[in-house]
């Protein structure tokens, strides 16, 4: 890996979306699938799912900011996910399914708090924008099954997409 390359995490549900929308980014060199912001060590997919870990599915994001900044990842990140719905993401329900942006540095929480500020006054929403910024925490790297599902299980993936509401509501939040 280039010395140069960053990385951002981003909680926004099932972590197979965020990481799908992420690699179609230019400059994301790529995106891995894990656990973060609990204190369990090593957290098994089975373990988090039970909401119980503190832990939240999420995706760590490599990326060249030398062809993608920052304030691009978040604004892809924040168009993947529905900011306003503390309980999950769309049919996943609980704790582990929360939105989170987690920052690794003062720049980035500083962006981070300016982009959520400014979808705020935006109106685009009518219920409060609920995505919290934290620092970042160990990050547990999911099981292989979890790496790529998007491309390994593309139907069962599509399907999940699609019949969790994510992809219409995506569609009607452009």
Same mark, same amino acid.
Not at 7 to 33: K, P, Q, R, S, Y
Not at 105 to 111: G, L, P, R, S, V
């Given at each position: 890996?280039k010395?140069? #390359?960053?990385?951002? +995490?981003?909680?926004?549900?099932? &972590?197979?979306? +965020?990481?799908?929308?992420?690699?179609?980014?230019? /400059? *994301?060199?790529?995106? +891995?699938? /894990?656990? $973060?912001?609990?204190?369990?060590?090593?957290? $098994? #997919?089975?373990? *988090?799912?039970? /909401?119980?870990?503190?832990?939240?599915?999420?995706?760590?994001?490599?990326?060249?900011? %030398? *062809?993608?900044?920052?304030?691009?990842?978040?604004?892809?990140?924040? /168009?993947?996910?529905?900011? $306003? =719905?503390?309980?999950?993401?769309?049919? =996943?329900?609980g704790?582990?399914? %929360?939105? *989170?942006?987690?920052?690794? =540095?003062? %720049?980035?929480?500083?962006y981070?708090?300016?982009?959520?500020?400014?979808?705020?006054?935006?109106?685009?929403? =009518?219920?409060?924008?609920? $995505?919290?910024?934290?620092?970042? !925490?160990? &990050?547990?790297?999911?099981?292989?099954?979890?790496?790529?599902?998007? @491309?390994?299980?593309?139907?069962?993936?599509?399907?999940? @997409? !699609?019949?969790?509401g994510?992809?219409? #509501?995506? !569609?009607?939040?452009?």
């Amino acid at each position: 890996m280039k010395d140069n #390359y960053k990385h951002a +995490i981003f909680a926004g549900g099932c &972590f197979w979306c +965020i990481e799908a929308a992420m690699e179609e980014l230019d /400059g *994301v060199i790529e995106a +891995i699938n /894990g656990y $973060t912001g609990g204190n369990t060590e090593n957290p $098994t #997919y089975e373990e *988090v799912s039970t /909401g119980t870990t503190g832990h939240i599915e999420a995706t760590k994001v490599i990326y060249d900011p %030398e *062809v993608i900044m920052y304030p691009e990842l978040l604004n892809r990140f924040w /168009g993947n996910i529905n900011p $306003t =719905d503390k309980g999950g993401q769309f049919a =996943d329900r609980g704790s582990q399914y %929360e939105t *989170v942006i987690f920052y690794t =540095d003062d %720049e980035q929480k500083k962006y981070a708090k300016e982009s959520k500020a400014d979808l705020e006054r935006s109106s685009k929403y =009518d219920s409060p924008i609920v $995505t919290k910024i934290l620092p970042e !925490k160990p &990050f547990y790297e999911a099981e292989e099954e979890h790496q790529d599902y998007y @491309k390994k299980r593309q139907e069962h993936y599509l399907a999940y @997409k !699609k019949g969790s509401g994510r992809e219409e #509501y995506i !569609k009607s939040h452009e």
